[in-house]
């Protein structure tokens, strides 16, 4: 059974808006925070943004502030990333990810569990 699945990707105009949910399973109950992670053609797979479960903390790398936005729902363990403003450059595969189980590890190297990603595609 997987433990992170997500959904929501799919094909959007340059300048339109998309959201991916990723659903969590009871297994990562221990995780501190989830994360979104992308990885593009020919690129090294890059960390997009994190939340803690309780919603305190948040970090956004600078490619999406002002533009992506991370929310989490614990009760229904989910989390989703609300991408607006989209440019061909964010065409990626999409991967949701969780964190361990330390309060306030929420950077790019925290995060242990992977899902099987959500493709992303902007057209111009």
């Known amino acids: 059974q997987a433990q992170l699945v997500e959904s929501g990707g799919g094909l959007v105009q340059a300048g339109g808006s998309l959201r991916v949910s990723c659903a969590a399973s009871?297994?990562?109950?221990?995780?501190?925070?989830m994360g979104w992670f992308r990885h593009a053609p020919g690129k090294e797979r890059e960390f997009v943004a994190a939340?803690?479960?309780?919603?305190?903390?948040?970090n956004y790398a600078d490619s999406g502030k002002g533009r992506f936005t991370i929310a989490a729902d614990n009760a229904k363990r989910m989390v989703y990333l609300q991408m607006n403003s989209l440019t061909p450059g964010d065409t990626a595969i999409y991967y949701c990810?969780?964190?361990?189980?330390?309060?306030?590890?929420?950077?790019?190297?925290?995060?242990?569990?992977w899902g099987q990603g959500a493709q992303v595609t902007v057209s111009s």
């Open positions: 990810a969780a964190s361990g189980p330390v309060p306030g590890r929420i950077s790019s190297a925290d995060f242990v569990s």
């Open positions: 939340i803690s479960w309780n919603g305190d903390k948040t």
């Open positions: 009871e297994r990562l109950f221990s995780s501190y925070a």
